[in-house]
């Protein structure tokens, strides 16, 4: 069993004040290593390790 902490699509959005889409498109883009949906098929709900999206705010903390 894998203990690693997950995040839901809407959680991301939500902390990074950005779109469902937008996320969603990140995630396509392999901005997200890791990301994965929870079964097959397009409408089946995607989630990102939690280590992802802090490397991910880290990255767009230091562009700024």
Sequence with gaps: ???EQLMTVKEVA?????????????IHAQKFPGAYQLGSGKTM???IP????VAYK???????
């Design 1 to 3: 069993m894998d203990n």
């Design 14 to 26: 939500e902390k990074l004040g950005v779109s469902y889409r937008t996320i969603i498109r990140l």
């Design 50 to 53: 939690v280590d992802s999206f």
């Design 58 to 64: 880290k990255e767009l903390q230091s562009k700024e």
């Design 45 to 47: 709900p995607w989630v």
